[in-house]
């Protein structure tokens, strides 16, 4: 095995497990999910069927993450934080056939305790704050907070929080990238 799973996880049948992933204790990966490479799924996790996470993927503690989410490579998501899979839920009414997709980008951040209410995607490099309930497609780069989720600002991909001049330009404070607000939007300045 060419993965590390805890003696107290559960790993359902079809599910396809890479290289360098950690599952820890009392987790539960169900049936047909696919976790790539050097993931690491904390004590106590839900990732219900046909889930798809990407490559070095961060899963806190106390995650459910419900089937028709799917996690792009370097995905961050912190403890206790949800998301949903069904906009109407009812006890007595099955509405399997009605899961929403779900999408967080590559690099996105996703604190603790939030709610990601699905069929909303969550962008490149995205920071979503600790308690935020996401109810609306959150872009790349962009900062946001509170309960609904509101834009705040913008981040880098090292995480820091980008102060654009008036030309809009901004850098990185630890990796000095530079960023471009265009039309609300940001971009990273990729150097020749």
Not at 99 to 108: E, R, S
Request: aromatic letters at 8%; charged letters at 20%; proline letters at 3%.
């Amino acid at each position: 095995m060419e993965y590390f799973a805890h003696e107290s996880a559960f790993i359902d049948e079809g599910c396809k497990i890479g290289k360098g992933t950690k599952v820890w204790h009392f987790s539960h990966i169900m049936s047909n999910c696919t976790l790539g490479e050097n993931c690491n799924i904390g004590q106590n996790v839900v990732i219900s069927p046909d889930v798809v996470l990407g490559k070095n993927v961060k899963v806190q503690n106390n995650v459910s993450i419900y089937t028709g989410v799917v996690c792009e490579d370097d995905v961050f998501l912190g403890p206790s934080m949800v998301f949903t899979n069904v906009m109407n839920p009812r006890s007595a009414v099955n509405r399997r056939g009605e899961y929403l997709k779900t999408v967080v980008k590559k690099g996105a951040s996703i604190g603790a305790n939030a709610t990601i209410v699905c069929g909303h995607d969550i962008g490149e490099f995205a920071f979503v704050g600790a308690g935020a309930v996401v109810t609306k497609h959150i872009p790349a780069y962009a900062l946001v907070v509170g309960n609904p989720a509101r834009q705040m600002g913008w981040m880098s991909e090292f995480g820091h929080r980008l102060e654009f001049n008036s030309a809009g330009s901004a850098t990185c404070p630890e990796s000095g990238e530079k960023y471009q607000l265009e039309n609300n939007s940001v971009v990273k300045i990729i150097s020749e």
